[in-house]
């Protein structure tokens, strides 16, 4: 295949991804891909308002008892913190929504079925360009990593290895962001077709040898290097810049109608963050256990220093706007906007 055949094939896939992405913002359809999980209050509803809380799980595991949120945030539920404080503004029930992947989390904020959404940053920041009424309300982490492994029998010992071959990752992820960067970085991108594929689909395809290499999120990238899938690339060591951060979105008509949350959201999680700290192990237990993964996998995963106590930390702010910038050059953000006027920060 040709110069400009490849360049035309990666132009027709941006259309493409850029088609889903708009699509996403259509309320009127239903997101099929939500699996809903009532845990509030030990299964007693209480009579107030309900809290709809979108998350990404990309391993698809669980515990049957409690949602697979991690972090600060899934700290706060797990001990309770955030229940305790939303009841004093008359929020008095949690709905969890957990989704596979970014771009079906913001489906669902727009179709009006969760009110607060944690996830990648290129997805978040693909729906708000396309006109998605959501305000950033900070930052879960930041410089979170991505895996990019090869097949365990005929796979590739370089990057410049990868021309001619085809790669995979989700769609809209942070990922994407990670692989299209890479490729571009290393004058590969219109010699590697990529390919959309969720990450518990990964393995298989690793090894029937449908793909060359896939590129792998937080707790999937450790599990499957300690799987045996050799290790091409690792964000966070050589391209720091091309680490994501998970963030946290709010929808614009939810917090008008609770005006005292994006309070009680800031002050929780601050906590939530101090006393994960000073717990470590019993933290990382916890994240074990919700996400089903390996104490060694979670470690890797979720470094502490990635945790900040403050809402929106200068490195996450950066990084946010390099992603930005990456979208607009690659023409994924038609409509460029500042992410000062998405925020919204507690006064």
Known sequence: MGKSSKKKSFIFFIAIFALLTACSSNNTSTNKNAETENHSNAGVEEKGKTLRLGYINSTGNKDKDKPA??????????????????????????????????????????SG????????????????????????????????????VTNKKNGVSSLEELKGKTVATSN??????????????????????IVHLLPPEAAAALERGDIQAYAFPTYM???????GFPLLHQASK????????????ASEKFLEQNPEFLSVWTDTRERAVKDLKEHQEEFYQYVAEVTKQDLDVVKESLPLNNIREENFPKEGLELLEGTKKFLVKQGL????????DWMLKDQ
């Open 113 to 148: 079925e969760i009110d607060v959404g944690i996830l990648g940053d290129t997805p978040a920041l693909l729906a708000r360009s396309s006109g998605q009424k959501t305000r950033l309300i900070g930052f879960a982490n930041i410089f979170q990593d991505i895996w990019l």
């Open 238 to 249: 050589t391209t720091p810049h091309l680490t994501g951060t998970s963030v946290t979105i």
């Open 172 to 193: 809209g992820s942070y990922m994407f962001r990670y692989l299209t960067g890479l490729l571009e970085e290393n004058n590969l991108l219109e010699d590697v077709k």
């Open 333 to 340: 953000i038609k409509k460029d906007f500042a992410i000062k």
């Open 69 to 110: 949120v991690s972090g600060a945030e899934g700290w706060a539920l797990n001990k309770g913190f955030l229940q305790e404080e939303l009841k004093k503004i008359g929020i008095t029930n949690i709905e969890y929504f957990s989704f596979p992947n970014g771009p079906n989390l913001n489906e669902a904020m727009a």
């Open 221 to 227: 990238g450790p599990k499957h290097v300690k799987l």
